[in-house]
């Protein structure tokens, strides 16, 4: 089975701008969540998709959205960019039929917010 | 909120030999999860523990889960260049649909 893409790798920004990130989850999966990871903070959940339904959410401003599309595929929107929200960002899917909600992760989107 | 601290922050050591890492919380979980993230990669999920002084081996290396389900160890055997990596523990955190994860032990092994 194919692993999850992400897309694009990378990504340079300026302050105020608006970016979408995409990510293909494993074939099967339906579980999808985003993840920031700064060097400070390290990983932090910002929701999860199950269904194109979000059923979780972490503790981010409402800049951050997401949605999930009837294929499993998911996007996350970050609007009005700030300097802080330079970090790698991580889908992972999930295959529900587990118990403990092991995540296979993407390679990542490097944000860079000039 | 459930926390996972993880220790130490940093290891730097040489091949060949032995270390343990840790991951500990206050909290009591139902499962917990050992991952390594290489350098521009996502991480990867090495192993979960779900019972109280459960011990689990994955060629050199060996996890643990507390008694009390409360925290976690790794400990590798023979460190090799390979086994660098960031190494981060992760539990259900409030919702089986969200994970928490430690800040990570970054282990650099050198030839």
């Known amino acids: 089975k194919a692993g999850v893409t992400q897309t694009p790798r990378y990504l340079i920004k300026t302050r105020g701008q608006q970016v979408t990130l995409s990510c293909s989850p494993i074939s099967g999966h339906r579980s999808v969540s985003w993840y920031q990871q700064t060097p400070g903070q390290g990983l932090q959940f910002l929701f999860e998709?199950?269904?194109?339904?979000?059923?979780n959410k972490g503790n981010f401003p409402g800049r951050f959205s997401g949605r999930q599309f009837s294929n499993s595929r998911s996007e996350m929107n970050v609007s009005t960019l700030e300097l802080g929200d330079s970090a790698l960002y991580l889908c992972?899917?999930?295959?529900?039929?587990?118990?403990?909600?092991?995540?296979?992760f993407g390679p990542g989107t490097r944000l860079t917010v000039l | 909120t459930q926390l996972l601290e993880q220790s130490p922050q940093f290891l730097s050591i040489q091949e060949g030999e032995n270390l343990t890492v840790y991951c500990n919380s206050s909290?009591?979980?139902?499962?917990l999860q050992w991952y390594r993230q290489e350098p521009g990669e996502g991480p990867v999920l090495l192993v979960t523990v779900v019972t109280g002084g459960e011990v689990k081996k994955l060629k050199r290396l060996t996890f643990q889960f507390g008694d009390a389900r409360k925290d976690s160890s790794l400990h590798i055997t023979a460190a090799q260049p390979g086994d660098t990596g960031l190494y981060l523990c992760a539990a259900p955190g409030g919702s089986n649909y969200k994970l928490t994860f430690g800040k990570g032990t970054l282990l650099t092994v050198n030839p």
């Open positions: 998709y199950f269904s194109e339904t979000q059923r």
């Open positions: 909290s009591v979980f139902s499962s």
């Open positions: 992972a899917s999930s295959d529900q039929g587990t118990s403990y909600n092991e995540q296979f």
